[in-house]
């Protein structure tokens, strides 16, 4: 029987949506995939038996737009199969496992995982900067990492990143348990210099959270940022930072596939 694949995910400079759509669309290539923004898509969903949720990692921990949106359509998930890909620049020992386990309380049943190493989209940050060759590979082996995954998938096995508990433990105690303040709430620790920003409005255009509005002239921020960088690394004015004090190196997954 063919398997009623769909898929929503989260994705703030284009890395979860390219795994995504790779991993969809070798799986079935006329499965739907949708932006968790895109509410009015999101019904359409109740109509297929298998959903895979994509997002990036942060801090060990699932998005809280991510996290928020699970329990909100609690109703959408309850008997769903589920299979949960998390993207990360460096490590997350449990980031599908994350919404697994928040997925398993609304009544889904979780198939497996996949972790996606791909390029660092903190880019007011100097750690973990990469060359353009060395992006490039990272894309590539992430691309062979989803073809394998696809393989095992046909072959009846589904994989189990960052699934059960010695997973759970080692994104608990190597990162989540230090940094859970930071992905607890929404932030409101997003910075507009103003001297920089010329009121374009394409952070306002862009933002999944509508967390940013231009008012005379400038950016605003409205503390709900669920920390994507899509609008950091989108701004033409290099004008909003978070982590870090200034932007480094804007990254965007489309400047490196062809
Ligand atoms: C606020 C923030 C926190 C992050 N924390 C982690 C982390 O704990 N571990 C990790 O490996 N990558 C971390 N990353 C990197 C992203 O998970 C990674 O670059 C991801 O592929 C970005 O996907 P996107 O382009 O779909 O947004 C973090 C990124 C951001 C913006
Ligand atoms: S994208 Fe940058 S320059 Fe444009 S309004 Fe937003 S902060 Fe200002
Ligand atoms: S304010 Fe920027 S970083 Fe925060 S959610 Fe919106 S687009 Fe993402």
Request: some cysteine.
């Amino acid at each position: 029987m063919e398997q009623k694949y769909c898929a929503i995910y989260l994705s703030g400079t284009g890395n979860t949506k390219f795994c995504v759509e790779k991993f969809v669309k070798l799986l079935d290539e006329n499965a739907p995939i949708i932006a968790i923004e895109d509410e009015a898509a999101l019904p359409a969903l109740k109509n297929y038996e298998y959903i895979v949720l994509g997002y990036p990692v942060q801090y060990s921990n699932a998005p809280k737009m991510v996290r928020e949106h699970i329990v909100r359509n609690a109703a959408l998930w309850k008997g769903k199969k589920v299979f949960c890909l998390a993207t990360m620049g460096a490590f997350s020992g449990d980031g599908a496992g994350c919404s697994a386990r928040l997925l398993k309380k609304c009544g889904a049943f979780v198939l497996g995982g996949l972790h996606l190493k791909m390029p660092d989209s903190v880019c007011d940050s100097k750690l973990l900067k990469k060359s353009k060759e060395e992006k490039i590979e990272i894309i590539r082996r992430a691309e062979e990492k989803i073809e394998r995954a696809v393989l095992q998938i046909r072959s009846g096995k589904y994989p189990q990143n960052g699934l059960g508990s010695l997973p759970h433990l080692v994104g608990l105690f190597g990162q989540r348990l230090w940094f859970y303040g930071k992905t607890k709430r929404y932030s409101d620790k997003l910075k507009i210099d103003k001297a920089r920003c010329v009121g374009c409005g394409v952070c306002e255009s862009i933002c999944p959270m509508k967390n940013l509005t231009v008012e005379n002239q400038v950016a605003a921020p409205h503390g709900k940022c669920t920390m994507c960088y899509r609008c950091i690394s989108g701004c033409p004015q290099q004008a909003i930072t978070l982590v870090g004090k200034e932007v480094v190196e804007q990254y965007r997954l489309e400047n490196f596939i062809s």
